[in-house]
């Protein structure tokens, strides 16, 4: 049977094919959180378009061939209920007959801990129940966060394979990481992916669900990819303007920054400021947004179904709003102050096929830029360098779909602390950001239970 393709709430952009960008639509956001399944059509490629407008449209095949809810609505949602109430029977019973089959990664950030998740372990084992595994990782603690980002991730994923080695039950995995530790799940799934071809009788629904614009779906550890969710993570580093936003957009203080911070972060500073390795080689970052001879970087974060990022818009002294949303300045726009019904500060939803391009490079002139930057810094050699270094980042990564999820904490007593906030880092001082959390489990939630839906259809 044909697979299908469930309803998409609106997104802001579509692809624009002669700009190789994104073209504003009519519809700015979702007020409600996505339905029973929300996912990239199963003929999204790198220049497809997505749907926008409220006039929901179900397709059920891969040629076009499509029916209205007036038509088949009443149909396609009784069996979605019925599917649905049939996986949380299933899954009833299995919580207490089985082991757990998902592991969920949780990431920290620089010079934190895995207390750090005490309050998102508690809400997802409740909320994802016994079929999941929540481990927060502690082989990168405190002050091990200097070490590089590259450090990091090797040792995560030594990590995560010596936990899939001691539960034998497991056969997915998702990640959900914090600021720095975004990075470091970055680096780690490229050295623990192992490409593998699909078959496509059966994953071909769900690579088309992935956004994916690759040929193939690998393996994590032997386990198969899920979620890769980010909460305020600096993906296109730090420099630039007002992207270490507690230097307050101030010039001196944003030019005296990249110089200090290796003093300050060690490796892991140079690699933010994107400062790292010789004149004539790419930055760490810059290379993390394509695919290397000895690590598959976009093809490791291309295999998971559902990739995620979290980013506030507002008040997070730590990381800028254009870099944890991966986002060009002219791609920002004004933010809704109204939270989407049931997850408070949750503004907004966004929902980006994959941009088709010839993904990132380190052109000649951003070599002879990078060393004008290391040998003689001033404001025009940097900012030139950043420029051409962020849009190869940006256009490396948008070669995958995205979820896009906006947060704005401006109407809590203190909002200045929005970076903890995302995560509850603190129970009782950061509890604002219950309603982010809530949205996460809810986002893994749904690609569980289109797992299920699909298999039955």
Known sequence: MSTASWIQPPCRFLPDRRRGGFAKASVRRARQFPGVVSSYSSSSSPSSSCSCGYSEILTFNHFGSSRSWNQRGL????????????????KGDADEKTEPDHLLVLVH???ASPSDWLYVEAEMKRRLGRRFL???SSS????KTFGGVDGAGKRLAEEVRQVVQKSKSLKKISFLAHSLGGLFARHAVAVLYSAAAVSQASDGAAL?????????RGSLAGLEPINFITLATPHLGVRGRKQLPFLLGVPILERLAAPLAPFVVGRTGSQLFLTDGKADKPP???????DCEDLKFLSSLGSFRSRIVYANVSYDHMVGWRTSSIRRETELFKPPRRSLDGYKHVVD???CPPVSSDG?????????????????????NTLEYHEIVEDEMIRGLQTLGWKKVDVSFHSTFWPYLAHNNIHVKSERLYKAGAGVVAHVADSIKQQETSTFITASL
């Open 75 to 90: 149909r396609v949602q009784a069996m979605s209920a019925t599917a649905q109430r049939n996986f949380s029977l299933s």
């Open 109 to 111: 950030g620089i010079l």
């Open 134 to 136: 929540i481990y927060a």
């Open 140 to 143: 990168n603690t405190f002050t």
């Open 208 to 216: 088309s669900n992935s956004g994916n614009s690759h040929l193939t």
């Open 284 to 290: 760490l970052l810059l290379r993390m947004a394509s």
């Open 349 to 351: 939803v966004e929902y």
């Open 360 to 380: 990132a490079h380190f052109p000649p002139e951003a070599a002879k830029a990078k060393e004008a930057a290391q040998s003689s810094p001033s404001p025009q």
